[in-house]
């Protein structure tokens, strides 16, 4: 699996929604391998481990998203879109 990297970025030019589903994107990738990983290992400790590790990274992407969300309903109050 590669792993994509930031390098490229012009972070002084993202919104704080855009860094957000970067964010969520990585973390997303990162469950991914790890799933991955517990599905090649052979070692049930390791998977067991390996899938923990996918789990948090979900919880992590779910905060993220949460975030995001807030934040986006939060502007469209401020600009009136919002129902």
Do not use: C, F
């Not at 390996?50 to 109050?77: G, N, P, V």
């Amino acid at each position: 699996m590669p792993h994509q990297t930031h390098d490229n970025l012009n972070w002084n030019e993202m919104s704080i929604q855009d860094i957000l589903k970067l964010a969520i994107a990585d973390e997303e990738e990162a469950r991914d391998y790890y799933r991955h990983a517990a599905d090649l290992t052979g070692n049930m400790h390791t998977r067991r481990v390996l899938i923990s590790l996918a789990d948090m990274e979900q919880e992590h992407a779910d905060t993220l998203r949460k975030e995001l969300e807030e934040l986006l309903l939060q502007r469209d109050l401020e600009t009136g879109i919002a129902d």
